[in-house]
């Protein structure tokens, strides 16, 4: 890459495409594109119960620096979501209530970033979602260049302006752009074949049974005994 830069046309996933995804949330799309996208544990939901989907604006930051989160909120639109890194490990308190304030008016859905974040009750009230790094009140300054809507990695993922980004209670995941189709008919897959274990397992069906998992457990030698046995057989080894 070049120097700093400010990308203002990128091409975003379809956003009813990214909505459907939204519905079936991140455990459900992560197993449907083949256990790929997670972000990583390290960034967790500051609220409960809330679950956004949308379309990324990316950031990339100085550590201790937000001057290009400023710079990012004027490309953001309705249906995105602000996600944020920076060049070296900081977990500062880059975004705040001024932010969502201004990110929530544009129709932006939540952030997601490695930093760390502050003004968490008033994030919380006012309904504004994120998932950050760390919860610290440390400020930053605003001094150094960076870029906005170019690829930047979180975690394991290379996350690239456009992608769909989907976040809830069990973390964030991202899906490509051009992947987000196929993400979805795998995802409505996945449900179905849910929705039918689910209906068995009601009714009394063990997943050993359906999932035909009792030959596994013999061929992994493991033995079914009465506690007497088990009893018997560890005094013998005793």
């Given at each position: 890459?070049?120097?700093?830069?400010?990308?203002?046309?990128?091409?975003?996933?379809?956003?009813?495409?990214?909505?459907?995804?939204?519905?079936?949330?991140?455990?459900?799309?992560?197993?449907?594109?083949?256990?790929?996208?997670?972000?990583?544990?390290?960034?967790?939901?500051?609220?409960?119960?809330?679950?956004?989907a949308g379309t990324a604006?990316?950031?990339?930051?100085?550590?201790?620096?937000?001057?290009?989160?400023?710079?990012?909120?004027?490309?953001?639109?309705?249906?995105?979501v602000l996600v944020v890194?920076?060049?070296?490990?900081?977990?500062?308190?880059?975004?705040?209530?001024?932010?969502?304030?201004?990110?929530?008016?544009?129709?932006?859905?939540?952030?997601?970033?490695?930093?760390?974040?502050?003004?968490?009750?008033?994030?919380?009230?006012?309904?504004?979602?994120?998932?950050?790094?760390?919860?610290?009140?440390?400020?930053?300054?605003?001094?150094?260049?960076?870029?906005?809507?170019?690829?930047?990695?979180?975690?394991?993922?290379?996350?690239?302006?456009?992608?769909?980004?989907?976040?809830?209670?069990?973390?964030?995941?991202?899906?490509?752009?051009?992947?987000?189709?196929?993400?979805?008919?795998?995802?409505?897959?996945?449900?179905?074949?849910?929705?039918?274990?689910?209906?068995?397992?009601?009714?009394?069906?063990?997943?050993?049974?359906?999932?035909?998992?009792?030959?596994?457990?013999?061929?992994?030698?493991?033995?079914?005994?009465?506690?007497?046995?088990?009893?018997?057989?560890?005094?013998?080894?005793?």
């Open positions: 890459m070049s120097g700093p830069v400010v990308v203002t046309d990128i091409d975003r996933a379809d956003a009813a495409t990214a909505d459907a995804l939204g519905v079936h949330g991140v455990a459900t799309v992560h197993e449907a594109m083949g256990r790929t996208g997670l972000v990583g544990a390290g960034i967790r939901p500051i609220q409960d119960g809330v679950r956004i604006v990316t950031v990339l930051c100085h550590p201790g620096d937000n001057l290009m989160i400023h710079a990012a909120v004027e490309q953001c639109r309705a249906g995105d890194t920076t060049t070296s490990p900081s977990i500062d308190g880059a975004f705040g209530e001024l932010f969502a304030t201004a990110l929530h008016a544009r129709g932006v859905r939540g952030l997601v970033t490695t930093t760390g974040v502050r003004d968490v009750a008033e994030l919380r009230a006012m309904g504004f979602p994120v998932w950050s790094a760390a919860v610290f009140a440390q400020g930053t300054v605003k001094a150094t260049p960076g870029s906005v809507n170019v690829p930047i990695t979180l975690g394991a993922v290379t996350v690239a302006p456009g992608d769909v980004i989907v976040a809830d209670d069990d973390g964030v995941l991202r899906v490509p752009r051009r992947g987000a189709d196929a993400a979805l008919a795998a995802a409505d897959a996945r449900l179905a074949k849910e929705e039918a274990d689910r209906a068995a397992y009601g009714g009394g069906q063990l997943s050993l049974d359906r999932k035909g998992l009792r030959p596994l457990l013999a061929e992994l030698g493991v033995e079914y005994l009465t506690q007497a046995d088990w009893e018997a057989q560890n005094r013998e080894r005793g």
